[in-house]
Every structure is written in C-alpha cells, then in structure tokens.
C-alpha cells in the first residue's frame, strides 16, 4: 500500500527561485500562506492549490488570476503554464508532481470517488439509503474527511478520529463504505511521484538552522533548513517527546495565539514531510502520537548527533 502522499506544484516565483505548494496550499501575501508573496498587489490570501480529480489545480480566492491576460477563477496548473496574480507578480508553473496511486471511496455516489486534501463531508443523497459527498464542511454531516501533516482522517459521527488506509470499512448511515487503492492514470500534464523511500539507518545531525540526514544510499546528506531544521534539532536535543504546542514556542515564540502556532506547526510539519519523501528518507521520521505529543520516529542503527 502506497504512503500518504500530497501532490504538488512547483512555480517559478519573481526572484527566479522555485517554490512548492502542496495540495490545500494558500498563495498569498499572509505570513501563513503556503506561498508568501510579499507585494501590496496580492490579497493575503489570493489562491489556493488543489487536487481536482487526477490534475491540480488554482483556484482564486479573493480576485481572479490571469491566464494571458484573461482572468479566470479555476485553472488547471501544467508545466509552462504562467500565472499572472496581479499587474506586478507572475507565477510559472514549472512541475506538477502527483503520487502512482489515490485513494477512492466506494459506496458513495454512484462511482468511486478519489480522496483529496480537501475538507469533505459525507451526507445523506436525494434517494433513500444513499450517501454523497459535499466538498465542504457541514457541521450536521454524517462524517467529515480531511488532511493533516500524518495524512486522510475520517471523523464517522461522535466516534474519534482515524488515519484513512486502503482495505478499511465502515457503516455510514446503514451504508458499507470502504476504501481502496487505485493507480493513477499517466497524463501529459503531470510527472508521477518516484521517489523510493528507504529504511537505511540514518545519521542525523542537528545544527539548530539545518539538519544534515546521511544514508548509505545517497551520496550527499539530505539538507533541511528553517523551521523544519528548527523542528528536528529541538526534537534531538530533548530526546524525548514533547508537547506540539511547547515546540512551537520555542520556534514562533509566546506572542503567536495558540490557533497561529497550531497552523504554523502543520504547515511546518507538512512541508518537511514532503521534502522527506521526495528526497527518499522515511517522511515520518517527525511523528505526532496522537495525543498532542511530537517525536523523531528512530529505527534501531539511527544516530542522533546534537551540534546546536
């Protein structure tokens, strides 16, 4: 069974550098956004990036993008493509990157539908003993489907949250519902996801602003920088788990609320996943337990080295 896995899209952005915005990213000129354009012409939260089907896509939150100088409100991303966000900032699409396999949702609707990074909700359909999907949140829903940095959950009524696998099953208003994986269809606008991730020992040295991972089957160390860095340091220095929250203080400091550092944090947390995943180490090397702690997943051979 294939890992969760975020598609994603890589833009060249004004200063010439490349930038990834995972599936459920936000583009804007927000300090949270996935994708921060630090210019007046941008909305805070100008687009979003999201998995449609089998492609990504732009979706214009508060004003529309411009595609050669048309604006338009949903645009299916595709190498080449360039994004105009206002009259001083454009956006090229260099990659779009998509995983072999999906995850699909069978009795629901009348065909299996493909599980994204957005926020669902199962309801009950137009025809008795049937259920379809609202691709928004209902508070009175049956169940909700959405992401997070460990993957797919599912929230079925009062019941507690659980991790999406393929293979599992639920009665959802008297409904069976399960869950399966299907591979992905090749499309010449996306490049599918190769990555191999290995179980190698690794060898992690932790140097506060980057984190240098040394495996047998690469040449060179994976290099993580910024507040990912910031994250795997803090976790090797304390050698234990700890708190998400007290984390994220330590990083973003006492001034952020508590609703901002839990954004931050995923937002974090997700990023280095994908940057762990693409570059062939296990992406859940920084694991959440479940009940609000954080720590570094270490297979036996692991070495950890503090050097902050």
Do not use: C
């Given at each position: 069974m294939?890992?969760?896995?975020?598609?994603?899209a890589?833009?060249?952005?004004?200063?010439?550098?490349?930038?990834?915005?995972?599936?459920g990213?936000?583009i804007?000129?927000?300090?949270?956004?996935?994708?921060?354009?630090?210019d007046?012409?941008?909305?805070?939260?100008?687009?979003?990036?999201?998995?449609?089907?089998?492609g990504?896509?732009?979706?214009?939150?508060?004003?529309?993008?411009?595609?050669?100088?048309?604006?338009?409100?949903?645009?299916?991303?595709?190498?080449?493509?360039r994004?105009?966000?206002?009259s001083r900032?454009?956006?090229?699409?260099?990659?779009?990157?998509?995983?072999?396999?999906?995850?699909?949702?069978?009795?629901?609707?009348?065909?299996?539908?493909?599980?994204?990074?957005?926020?669902t909700?199962?309801?009950?359909?137009?025809e008795?003993?049937?259920?379809?999907?609202?691709?928004?949140?209902?508070?009175?829903?049956?169940?909700?489907?959405?992401?997070?940095?460990?993957g797919?959950?599912?929230?079925i009524?009062?019941?507690?949250?659980?991790?999406?696998?393929?293979?599992?099953?639920?009665s959802?208003?008297d409904?069976?519902?399960?869950?399966?994986?299907?591979a992905v269809?090749?499309?010449?606008?996306?490049?599918?996801?190769?990555?191999?991730?290995?179980?190698e020992?690794?060898?992690?040295?932790?140097?506060?602003?980057?984190v240098?991972?040394?495996?047998?089957?690469?040449?060179?160390?994976?290099?993580?920088?910024?507040r990912?860095?910031?994250?795997?340091?803090?976790?090797?220095?304390?050698?234990?788990?700890?708190r998400?929250?007290?984390?994220?203080?330590?990083?973003?400091?006492?001034?952020?609320?508590?609703?901002?550092?839990?954004?931050?944090?995923?937002?974090t947390?997700?990023?280095?996943?994908?940057?762990?995943?693409?570059e062939?180490?296990?992406?859940?090397?920084?694991?959440?337990?479940?009940r609000?702690n954080?720590?570094l997943?270490?297979?036996?051979?692991?070495?950890?080295?503090?050097?902050?």
């Amino acid at each position: 069974m294939t890992d969760f896995f975020l598609p994603f899209a890589e833009f060249v952005i004004p200063d010439g550098s490349l930038a990834r915005v995972t599936a459920g990213g936000l583009i804007g000129r927000a300090s949270t956004a996935d994708l921060q354009i630090d210019d007046p012409t941008v909305s805070e939260l100008h687009a979003m990036v999201s998995l449609r089907g089998r492609g990504l896509k732009l979706l214009s939150l508060r004003r529309d993008v411009l595609i050669g100088g048309r604006p338009q409100k949903t645009v299916a991303l595709e190498p080449g493509l360039r994004v105009r966000l206002s009259s001083r900032v454009l956006l090229q699409v260099a990659d779009v990157v998509l995983p072999p396999s999906v995850l699909v949702l069978i009795g629901v609707d009348r065909e299996p539908v493909e599980l994204s990074a957005s926020v669902t909700s199962l309801v009950r359909g137009s025809e008795p003993g049937t259920l379809a999907l609202s691709a928004r949140y209902k508070p009175d829903a049956l169940a909700h489907i959405w992401s997070n940095a460990d993957g797919l959950k599912i929230k079925i009524g009062d019941h507690p949250p659980e991790s999406i696998r393929a293979g599992m099953s639920w009665s959802i208003g008297d409904r069976p519902v399960r869950v399966e994986e299907r591979a992905v269809l090749r499309g010449v606008q996306t490049t599918q996801h190769q990555s191999t991730v290995s179980d190698e020992s690794l060898r992690i040295v932790g140097r506060f602003e980057t984190v240098h991972i040394y495996s047998r089957g690469q040449a060179k160390p994976v290099v993580i920088s910024g507040r990912a860095a910031n994250l795997i340091s803090l976790l090797i220095s304390f050698k234990a788990p700890v708190r998400w929250e007290m984390l994220a203080r330590e990083i973003w400091g006492d001034e952020k609320s508590a609703v901002q550092l839990q954004e931050l944090y995923y937002v974090t947390l997700r990023r280095l996943r994908l940057k762990l995943r693409v570059e062939g180490v296990r992406p859940d090397l920084v694991r959440p337990d479940g009940r609000g702690n954080v720590e570094l997943n270490i297979y036996t051979g692991d070495e950890l080295v503090d050097d902050s």
